[in-house]
Nanobody
Framework: QVQLVESGGGLVQAGGSLRLSCAAS????????MGWFRQTPGKEREFVAA????????YYRDSVQGRFTISRHNANDTVYLQMNGLKPEDTAIYYC???????????????????WGQGTQVTVSS
């Protein structure tokens, strides 16, 4: 079992920045690719970004490309999502998740993830 705990969410004005963290415990998360997803009320949880287990490959949804950066620090079992240039449409609950999959195309699908955190709220005001 891998336990994931997100932090770093909050309220920010449009154009601002936040850095989300996801700390893993239990089984080491080093063999896992890590992803960030987000969800708003009444909508399906959507892919935001993913990084492979080595950190060598990253993937983003089109709407956050160039604004968000995913990274991981295997030494302290933490994955980050740096979010710059935030927009009101980025408002959501953000979840991190762990997957044994390494292929970028599959990492965009939430069904390939085994473990999920409880989420952290991000609210961007206009």
């Amino acid at each position: 079992q891998v336990q994931l705990v997100e932090s770093g969410g909050g309220l920010v004005q449009a154009g601002g920045s936040l850095r989300l963290s996801c700390a893993a415990s239990g089984r080491t998360f080093r063999p896992y690719s890590m992803g960030w997803f987000r969800q708003t009320p009444g909508k399906e949880r959507e892919f935001v970004a993913a990084v492979t287990s080595s950190g060598g490959n990253t993937y983003y949804r089109d709407s956050v490309q160039g604004r968000f950066t995913i990274s991981r620090h295997n030494a302290n079992d933490t994955v980050y999502l740096q979010m710059n240039g935030l927009k009101p449409e980025d408002t959501a609950i953000y979840y991190c998740a762990a997957s044994r999959i390494e292929m970028g195309g599959l990492l965009r699908g939430r069904n390939w993830y085994e473990y999920w955190g409880q989420g952290t709220q991000v609210t961007v005001s206009s």
